[in-house]
């Protein structure tokens, strides 16, 4: 069963701060943006989901992400070069503060 579960997640990552948007649109756009601007590579990327549940209180922080990709080589891709959002500056949003985490199955959390 955990077998299943890592293949099921093995295309996903989570981006973490990413300003919301009103609909799931503007969050993959936003998100593709990002990648656009501080990575240079164009992703195709199937499907954003906003984890958690949605509250409209003014000061809180953005709900984590779950972005979907087409390839494990975008995903890579995309990984291998998170950590040049923590060197941005002067951004519409606040690069530095999103960060992004390959999805785990609770096995692999716990090991």
């Given at each position: 069963m955990?077998l299943?579960?890592?293949?099921?997640?093995?295309l996903n990552?989570v981006?973490?701060n990413v300003?919301?948007?009103?609909?799931?649109?503007?969050?993959k756009?936003?998100?593709?943006?990002i990648i656009?601007?501080?990575?240079?590579?164009?992703?195709?990327?199937?499907e954003?989901?906003?984890?958690g549940?949605n509250?409209?209180?003014l000061?809180?922080?953005p709900?984590?992400?779950?972005v979907?990709?087409d390839?494990?080589?975008e995903?890579?891709q995309?990984?291998a070069?998170?950590?040049?959002?923590?060197?941005s500056s002067?951004?519409?949003?606040?690069?530095?503060q999103?960060?992004?985490?390959?999805e785990?199955?609770k096995a692999?959390?716990k090991?």
């Open positions: 955990e299943k579960a890592i293949e099921e997640k093995k990552l981006m973490f300003p919301e948007g009103d609909t799931e649109e503007p969050d756009d936003a998100i593709k943006n656009r601007e501080k990575f240079k590579v164009m992703v195709d990327i199937t954003t989901v906003r984890l549940n509250t409209n209180t000061n809180r922080k709900r984590p992400t779950l979907k990709f390839s494990l080589a995903k890579k995309v990984l070069m998170a950590t040049k959002l923590r060197y002067n951004d519409i949003y606040m690069y530095n999103v960060y992004i985490r390959p785990l199955a692999q959390q090991h």
